[in-house]
């Protein structure tokens, strides 16, 4: 074992002793408040106060004052008894992890003996302590909104923008938000874009931080989202459901509705409740939900009728002389998903432990457009695991102090390729295994697409790479946490991150390449040697870490080993409560260490008589060490007004999916002389400054108004840069340069619930700029003339510049309405809306050009980058639901509708018309008189146009039913 391995562990030893000696949790918020007489107002010193069904309580000091620390997020009873007076009982306080929840009690003087005095809180509208923006989404809320998903819930917060499934916080680029559950990160170690799902049902709270976080968070520059699940009760409690669109048919509508099913059958089950024979202090939960989806992503527009096969394909001109289209389910778009989370709680005195872990699966099919009408069989197929498992827990070292600690795992494996040949690289094209593959000696040659079908790919042709991950993660994370007075909460941790990261991809050329070397070999009577097998994987692009050069094997150590990058952080902060002011003071220090070897010279590079490259080219793997304040004020001018101010640095590592370098990959780059993007082992970390100022203000008993500014300045940013003149030859490589800036103004309105009906309203205006949208944004440039390579700011992709989200919900009452057969069946009729809108994404205008016979070299711009924006769009969702009580069981029968008005939402637009399915080749003299020329073609132009990808969500409809007991 080498030096590297024996401290990694060492490492993890240290932490799992740790972590077995208990000093361990994370994610818990405080209560704290003034216990005072009733009715003269006189503090009261020594009151017990406590929370019901736990052993979190303390006294009140000198001042009436009292802290309790160390609470999980969740709703409770609020305790407090003093001799000579009433015990009080203050029900549904609600906690959030990381804030402090205020709970003031009054107590009246004891007339009557065993006299209790119940009090039932309302939420309050504004926090008083928050620095920062936070939005909180609580269990109760999730379960009636017309919408599913973690990810699709954050999308609709103020400064969150979705673009093709990414999503941008704040003008952020998408693997710039970190998605954390029960602790565990569940971004992928490799490309940092969050991976995985968890079922509605499982979950407590969504706490999401639109940038401003403290010092505790780090490695990720644009937000955080922390959920919470839930965990057993002193009672057992099952629950269940069932959704499923199933009466409507797959591609004929029915009823005059216009609306499809889409495959979608959900089955969710949830058991929890005290674990026997352990007096109530060990309690668990168990959920599992199962998707299946025929459609995984249902689109606005059709897709193309799939043809069978049919050899000839020169007479499908004949026989299909215009495409058909297919509305409702597009073929091979299917998706299996199994999620199941389970915990164990326990609390013992003064330690509270909880276990648990996490499980995602899916099977599914990529619908691509090319490939619709004669070649649907393949869609490329992927395959994905993940598998959690954490351990929290925590020990009171004092009624003013306690230590934290989290240890998790997180794992990831996943697969993505042709369905056909899969993994069988050598027989990728082979012609005895794939129809229609052009029969050569060395194979090699694909199946042509016809321009008469502008190109739809034909019979046989298959997905031409093949991607595999394999990778893991352990997260250790100590903290301490000491309650100074009442005024400073002092807090203090370190954290580290150890991954293990293996990938392997390869492209079909090694098909071709294996088959020349058998037959080279042939030549002279004998079998290809293994390196000239190698080889001829190399010239496939085989690009392994992990794996051998072949794919088959894992390795662990040589130039191919597996990735081990390491981040050890260390942060303080204090958190003063002052009666006027609340200042949360921080710092957090980064150490991370890429463990890549650097290359000393990028623009000489020099290759041994093996076409190797020289070990005088590498240098020693860089380590970055980066500090970063952080500042957060809260003003509580009054009980109903409370201004914030934040100021943070933030920085997070370059992506490994464009740092990690196979340099067998870098080899053939730099030989064969293509023009490839190739990843940079010396990239340094991405950079942000962030501040933001906001303030909230109470209207009433019932409703709030919140207004947050920001801005921000992004430098570091990866792009794609040219390397001319490098020796021995020009090649691609990614590089730090790219920057940004950010701002936008976020307003909310709440309405908790009167009269029936409660609200949330926000509406956000953005603009982000920036020199690059993503990595790839250059790559044209890159290619054609990377000297005018941007250098000013201009709108990103993701720029929306408005954004909103109205989100009502009505309930009515048991006893509402009229009395029909002794019962009301008005009452307990619950109808949530969901209403979006955003303006649409930025885009660059062109001059008209054919999309499919032009090619990029002829796309000329018409304005300056991203002048101009798309249609914009919106959507109303609702759900509908009445909640039936039999016994002690609760039925909850709802219709669940999609985009009610079945509203055309565009996901990716033409440059020279803006529209999703016309790029404006026909209005010019060339493709009208081609559009003469080839009037079957020009229909099957149109259609190849109309992605059906290029739309959003249609009309759904659905019908679910929820059981709990």
């Given at each position: ?15 799992l002793?740790?972590?077995?000696s208990g ?96 009090v ?75 991976t ?69 059958h ?76 389970a ?11 909880k ?59 996943w ?87 293996r ?68 942060y ?25 070897k ?25 380590v ?20 914030h ?84 030859r ?23 619930r ?15 700029n ?18 005018e ?17 109205i ?15 002794g019962?009301?069946?008005l ?27 032009g ?30 009580q ?11 509708i999609i ?17 999703p ?49």
């Amino acid at each position: 074992m080498n030096k590297s391995g024996r401290f990694s562990f060492c490492l993890d030893l240290l932490m799992l002793i740790l972590l077995l000696s208990g000093l361990v949790f994370g994610q818990s918020g405080k209560i704290r408040g003034i216990v005072t007489e009733a009715k003269a107002g006189h503090i009261l010193m020594g009151a017990n106060v406590f929370i019901r069904g736990t052993r979190l309580g303390t006294a009140t000091n000198e001042n009436g004052e009292y802290v309790i620390l160390n609470v999980p997020p969740g709703r409770y009873d609020v305790v407090a008894t003093f001799m000579g007076y009433q015990q009080v009982t203050v029900e549904n306080i609600i906690v959030t992890h990381h804030l402090s929840t205020y709970c003031d009690i009054e107590m009246p003087r004891m007339i009557l003996e065993a006299q209790e005095v119940v009090v039932v809180a309302e939420r309050p509208l504004i926090d008083q302590n928050a620095t920062n923006d936070i939005k909180v989404i609580r269990t109760e809320n999730l379960e009636h909104l017309p919408i599913r998903g973690f990810g699709n819930i954050i999308a609709a917060q103020g400064g969150a923008v979705e673009d093709q499934g990414y999503l941008h916080v704040r003008g952020g680029r998408h693997d710039e938000v970190a998605f954390y559950l029960d602790g565990v990160l569940m971004n992928n170690p490799y490309t940092r874009i969050r991976t995985g799902a968890v079922s509605d049902m499982a979950l407590e709270e969504i706490a999401f931080q639109p940038g401003g976080m403290d010092a505790e968070y780090g490695g990720f520059n644009s937000g955080i989202v922390s959920m919470t699940t839930k965990t057993g009760g002193n009672r057992y409690t099952v629950s269940g459901e069932v959704v499923t669109d199933a009466f409507l048919d797959d591609h004929q509508a029915r009823w005059g509705l216009d609306t499809y099913s889409y495959g979608y059958h959900l089955y969710n089950a949830s058991f929890s409740g005290p674990v026997p024979k352990t007096g109530g202090m060990l309690k668990f939960f168990v959920n599992a939900e199962y998707l299946d989806q025929k459609d995984r992503s249902p689109r606005w527009g059709p897709s193309v009728k799939p043809v069978s096969f049919h050899e000839n394909i020169d007479s499908l001109i004949r026989i299909c002389p215009e495409p058909t289209p297919l509305y409702g389910v597009k073929p091979n778009n299917r998706t299996r998903n199994l999620t199941g989370t389970a915990n164990l709680k326990y609390r013992f005195k003064n330690i509270q432990f909880k276990a648990g872990g996490h499980y995602f699966s899916r099977d599914y099919r990529d619908y691509i457009h090319a490939r619709a009408p004669f070649n649907a069989a393949h869609m490329p197929k992927g395959m994905e695991d993940i598998y959690t498992g954490y351990i929290e827990a925590v020990v009171m070292i004092a009624d003013n102090a306690f230590l934290e600690m989290n240890a998790n795992y997180y794992q990831r494996d996943w697969e993505y390729g042709d369905p056909v040949i899969w993994d069988d690289f050598e027989n990728w094209t082979n012609p005895e295994l794939i129809p229609n593959i052009q029969q050569t000696d060395a194979w090699g040659i694909l199946p042509a697409a016809k321009r008469e079908f502008v190109y739809f790919e034909t019979f046989g042709y298959p997905q031409t790479w093949f991607y595999r991950e394999n990778m893991h993660r352990s997260h250790y994370k100590l903290d301490g946490t000491w309650q100074i007075h009442q005024t400073h909460e002092l807090r203090t941790g370190a954290e580290i991150f150890t991954n293990m990261i293996r990938f392997y991809e390869i492209g079909a050329q090694v098909s071709g390449a294996v088959r020349q070397a058998y037959l080279d070999a042939a030549t002279e009577y004998r079998e290809p040697t293994r390196q000239e097998i190698s080889e001829a994987y190399k010239s496939g692009y085989a690009n392994p870490a992990g794996w051998d050069i072949f794919g088959r094997h894992r390795i662990n150590s040589g130039e191919n080993a597996p990735r081990q990058p390491k981040t050890v952080s260390f942060y303080i902060k204090d958190k003063m409560e002052f009666d006027d002011m609340v200042l949360n003071l921080g710092v957090r220090i980064d150490h991370i260490t890429v463990d890549q070897k650097g290359i000393a010279d990028p623009y000489h590079i020099t290759l041994d008589t093996l076409g190797m490259i020289a070990g005088e080219n590498f240098t020693r793997a860089p380590v970055y060490n980066e500090i970063n304040p952080r500042l957060g004020i809260a003003f509580p001018v009054t009980d109903r007004t409370v201004f914030h101010l934040q100021y943070g640095k933030y920085t997070q590592p370059a992506p490994y999916q464009l740092t990690y370098i196979s340099w067998e990959d870098f080899e053939t780059a730099l030989t064969s002389g293509n023009f490839t993007d190739n990843a940079n082992p010396n990239l340094k970390p991405v950079k942000t400054t962030s501040y933001e100022v906001g303030f909230e203000q109470q209207i009433g008993e019932n409703a709030s108004l919140g207004m947050t500014a920001y801005y921000k300045e992004v430098r570091d940013q990866i792009f794609l840069n040219n390397r001319i003149g490098a020796s021995p030859r020009s090649y691609t490589m990614y590089d730090n340069g790219d920057f940004g800036n950010v701002k936008g103004f976020s307003f909310d309105f709440s309405l908790r619930r009167t009269h029936r009906v409660m609200a949330d309203i926000n509406y956000t205006i953005q603009w982000a700029n920036g020199t690059g949208s993503d990595p790839a944004t250059q790559y044209h440039i890159a290619w054609h003339n990377p000297e005018e390579r941007p250098t000013y700011v201009a709108p990103l992709d993701y720029d929306q510049r408005h954004t909103a989200t109205i989100n009502i919900d009505f309930r009515t009452l048991a006893k509402d309405g009229p009395k029909l057969w002794g019962g009301y069946p008005l009452g307990r009729l619950g109808v949530n809306l969901w209403y979006t809108y955003g303006s649409g994404l930025a885009y660059t205008p062109e001059q008209p050009v054919s999309m499919i016979f032009g090619g990029t070299a002829s796309r000329i711009p018409e304005g300056a980058i991203n002048s101009a924006h798309w249609a914009p769009a919106s959507s109303l969702n609702i759900r509908v639901d009445k909640e039936i009580q039999v016994g002690h069981f609760s039925f909850n029968p709802f219709l669940w509708i999609i985009n009610l008005f079945n509203s055309r939402k565009f996901a990716r637009v033409y440059p020279a018309t803006g529209l999703p399915s016309n790029d404006g080749w026909f209005s010019t003299n060339e493709g009208q008189h081609w559009a003469e020329d080839n009037p079957e073609a020009a229909q099957w132009y149109d259609f190849r146009l109309a992605d059906p990808e290029n739309y959003g969500e249609p009309r759904q409809i659905r019908l679910g039913l929820r059981v709990e007991y």
